[in-house]
């Protein structure tokens, strides 16, 4: 399956900006779509934003105008730019690939996610 690697987490002001990394290894037939989920202490696994296969977007209504995602199909990289951030954005910030693989002489969906990195907003 295809592996995933998050980085850019760490402490940061009110205020501030971030920008998350997810880099993955090995090869799909073709990604249904891309997103970053959050999870915050107590708190149930939440999606912050997703990407699909045509590029379209979707975010959060709490992320929405602060936070934007992009991908670079060619080095297989999805990122988050985190801009104005709050207390409340911080969490445990996981990168997620829905895709399609070949498995034997079919094909099939997969899912991947990395191991997650630490997001820290404080007031």
């Known amino acids: 399956q295809v592996q995933l690697v998050e980085t850019g987490g760490g402490l940061v002001q009110a205020g501030g900006s971030l920008r998350l990394s997810c880099a993955a290894s090995g090869s799909v037939l073709s990604i249904n779509s891309m997103g970053w989920y959050r999870q915050a202490p107590g708190n149930q696994r939440e999606l912050v934003t997703q990407i699909s296969k045509d590029g379209s977007t979707n975010y959060a209504d709490a992320v929405k105008g602060r936070f934007t995602v992009s991908r670079d199909n060619a080095r297989n990289l999805l990122y988050l730019q985190m801009n104005s951030m709050k207390p409340e954005d911080t969490g445990v910030y996981y990168c997620?690939?829905?895709?399609?693989?070949?498995?034997?002489?079919?094909?099939?969906?997969?899912?991947?996610w990395g191991q997650g990195t630490q997001v820290t907003v404080s007031s």
């Open positions: 997620n690939w829905n895709y399609k693989r070949v498995y034997g002489l079919v094909t099939r969906d997969f899912s991947s």
